[in-house]
Nanobody, 127 residues
Framework: QLQLVESGGGLVQPGGSLRLSCAASRFTLDYYSIGWFRQAPGKEREGISC????????HYADSVKGRFTISRDLAKGTVYLQMNSLKPEDTAIYYC????????????????????WGQGTQVTVSS
């Protein structure tokens, strides 16, 4: 089974930056599409950034477009989410998820059900 572990969350001030990491138990990330999702208090889970298994396609939610960047390091088996210009509305638990090869980045971010989930990491943006 593929296991995913998120890290890098914490408390930052508005306008600050964080880089989240999603470490996989396997080094074959090119076989999976990977996505970052978040759930804020009182809100639905939202797909915010996804990348295809080939790495050739990415997708971003309008709420984070231009501020967040998803990337992969296949040698380390890790997917990153660079978050800049953070806002209080970005406060949420952030999860990474994976689907088997063949799922597009856009489709992954739009779907609620995925093959594998991490445990989540808390991001709090507050003055």
């Amino acid at each position: 089974q593929l296991q995913l572990v998120e890290s890098g969350g914490g408390l930052v001030q508005p306008g600050g930056s964080l880089r989240l990491s999603c470490a996989a138990s396997r080094f074959t990330l090119d076989y999976y599409s990977i996505g970052w999702f978040r759930q804020a208090p009182g809100k639905e889970r939202e797909g915010i950034s996804c990348i295809s298994g080939s790495g050739g396609s990415t997708h971003y939610a309008d709420s984070v477009k231009g501020r967040f960047t998803i990337s992969r390091d296949l040698a380390k088996g890790t997917v990153y989410l660079q978050m800049n210009s953070l806002k209080p509305e970005d406060t949420a638990i952030y999860y990474c998820a994976a689907d088997h090869l063949g799922v597009t980045a856009q489709a992954m971010c739009a779907a609620a059900s995925h093959d594998y989930w991490g445990q989540g990491t808390q991001v709090t943006v507050s003055s």
